[in-house]
């Protein structure tokens, strides 16, 4: 998990970063560039927690013939995700 | 802007949040709800900047004639944010 | 099955809709709102699928033990999908 | 705007694809991969069309001064494209 952790510290510096250029009245386009970016790296963050969430838990729970409800709550974050 | 800056710092804080949640080693799924959350805040900040930048520099280049290009550049930036 | 396939005809005929928008020249804006309607729509028949495939192929290969492959395969159409 | 409509029609054909595919009882992955390309076909009609309405109707609007209302029709589609 600590690759993820990093991610996120640099999305926390990216973040902040956009801050710093909306204060210093940066080109629009270039702050949208930058927040699309960051959009980019949450999502590869959301995708390697939803490997790892399929590759245990609901692969446990499959196993243990539990499978209905960790499928359900899967689908309806994955729909969430997706809006 | 001041009220863009304040959105941005609370995204901020809610990525650190999310690294706090990935070290405590919390529930996937709940995470999840809290990236999916981030991207939405981070959506709604980049549709009120691309809306300050159609009012403002598209709707100048236009007026002086010179859309062409402004228009191609938001079109372009527009895709990027749809992926 | 039976009710994607209806879910399915119903998108056709609502591209062949917007086909016949086009042709009449109809505003813009309308269009937009019709195709966004359609993407809805098909993003729920992909979930559907998606709910389909995790249900049966995946659980029965995670169940089998051969759950690995399956799964990077899910969360690679997953990736696509929410390009 | 023929090949707006001819884009429309490659997508009609792709759509009655899918509900063979999904008759012939196809691999559920085969079949979203499929579904994920209806999806980015439709959302590049979707800009060829915001395109064209920016290029004309918004442009018109801004430079008889009326562009407020018009730019807020712009950017409510352009969300619930983006959802």
């Not at 990216?14 to 970016?37: F, H, N, P, T, W």
């Not at 790892?52 to 499959?62: E, G, L, N, T, W």
């Amino acid at each position: 998990m600590q690759k993820i952790i990093n991610r996120l510290k640099r999305i926390e510096g990216q973040v902040r970063g956009i801050q710093k250029m909306v204060e210093d009245d940066r080109y629009c386009v270039d702050i949208l560039v930058q927040i699309s970016a960051i959009q980019s790296a949450l999502k590869n963050v959301g995708f390697s927690i939803t490997e790892r969430h399929i590759k245990h838990c609901v692969s446990d729970a499959i196993k243990q013939g539990e499978g209905k409800e960790t499928i359900e709550e899967l689908l309806n974050v994955m729909k969430q995700f997706s809006k």
